[in-house]
């Protein structure tokens, strides 16, 4: 009965009496595979604009674990090279887990599947690193997938994009004072919900377009009034409101 092998990591299963001579340098290629399926790591080149399908070997070829396994069976994957178009990059239909690193340049997406299951892919962002894992047939991007997340500290040089509501528990704070805005001129926000509002330019190197002063005021709620602070003088002022008398 001749040797098999395992269907993920492709593993040697030795039959019993076979490879007399051989078997102890075989039984260390399957170590091997295991070492690079664990901790290895190689860069892949997959310039151009065609699709890729990733090397996939047994572990019989895999005869010294840093120099001579396949591209398939190593824990991280970095795609190198040029893109002139888009490309998938196709790994065995089997269940697996990879950190990938989309190192190509050219503005082309690259979207990483399964062999005969494109559609159900993931893009690996060009410059960003994702860990993904696969049933055999749907590849997931864990990150993009992991529901509520608590953290106590988050910095972005990038930029951050959030889908869904953001709930924070201590105070939002720009990184410089007066040099960010909140919403644009043609992206506003809908509604904003406040207490009490602060309203000051005295960080700025001018005053205001009207008068050049600068101020600093809070606008207060009361139950028939509104009001407004002089937080430099203290004074305190009442808005004149006229009441609209019918519908409109």
Not at 33 to 60: C, E, F, H, K, Q
Not at 101 to 126: D, E, K, M, P, R
Not at 160 to 167: K, S
């Amino acid at each position: 009965m001749a040797s098999s092998y395992t269907s993920r990591l492709k593993l040697e299963r030795q039959a019993s009496g076979e490879n007399s001579g051989n078997w102890g340098n075989l039984v260390n290629y399957v170590l091997n595979r295991i070492d690079s399926t664990v901790r290895g790591y190689v860069a892949a080149s997959v310039a151009g604009s065609a699709n890729v399908t990733l090397v996939s070997n047994t572990s019989t070829t895999n005869t010294d674990d840093s120099t001579t396994d396949d591209q398939v069976h190593n824990k991280v994957i970095e795609f190198t090279g040029a893109l002139t178009g888009s490309i998938y990059v196709f790994t065995d239909a089997v269940e697996g887990d990879y950190t990938l690193f989309n190192n190509t340049t050219g503005s082309y997406t690259l979207t990483f599947a399964n062999t005969g299951h494109a559609a159900n892919g993931v893009v690996i962002t060009q410059g960003t690193k994702s860990i993904v894992y696969t049933d055999g047939s749907t590849i997931y991007d864990v990150a993009a997938n992991l529901g509520q997340v608590g953290v106590t500290s988050l910095t972005s040089t990038t930029g951050i994009t959030a889908t869904g509501n953001v709930t924070s528990s201590g105070n939002i704070l720009p990184g410089a004072n007066d040099t960010y805005d909140l919403g644009a001129s043609g992206n506003v926000w809908r509604n904003l919900y406040t207490g009490d509002l602060h309203l000051s330019n005295q960080a700025k190197d001018q005053g205001n377009m009207i008068d050049g002063t600068k101020g600093s005021w809070t606008l207060q709620e009361g139950e028939n009034d509104i009001f407004m602070i002089n937080n430099i003088s203290g004074e305190k002022f009442k808005i004149n409101l006229s009441k609209i008398e019918g519908d409109l």
